[in-house]
């Protein structure tokens, strides 16, 4: 069964983007147009009701926290965006979990 994995809390996309930017040193600045297209989400975040329900998780740490931590992984094993997609450690078994995926896996156990 499925379930949202998420803070259960509203972002913005400029706050998203800001985040990533500081987290990435880049000196890149959010542009937004203000134009929209009939068919935009203009609002949408995680319903973590069912995650709690069936798995008794609450996350612990905010986004910005879980990106840090996933980006010093990343870092860490090497990992470029383009390469994400295709290294197969979530079905491979390996122990080598970003240590989000690791608390997320000791709570389901």
Known sequence: MAVNVGTGKPISLIELAE?????????????????????????CYTDIQRMHRLLNFKPTINLRGGLTELMVWAKTHRWEAADLFNKPWMSSGKEDLPPIYSRLKEKQS
């Open 19 to 43: 985040i990533l930017i500081e987290l990435f040193g880049s000196k890149l600045r959010p542009y937004v147009s203000g134009e929209y297209r009939k068919g935009d989400v203009r609002h």
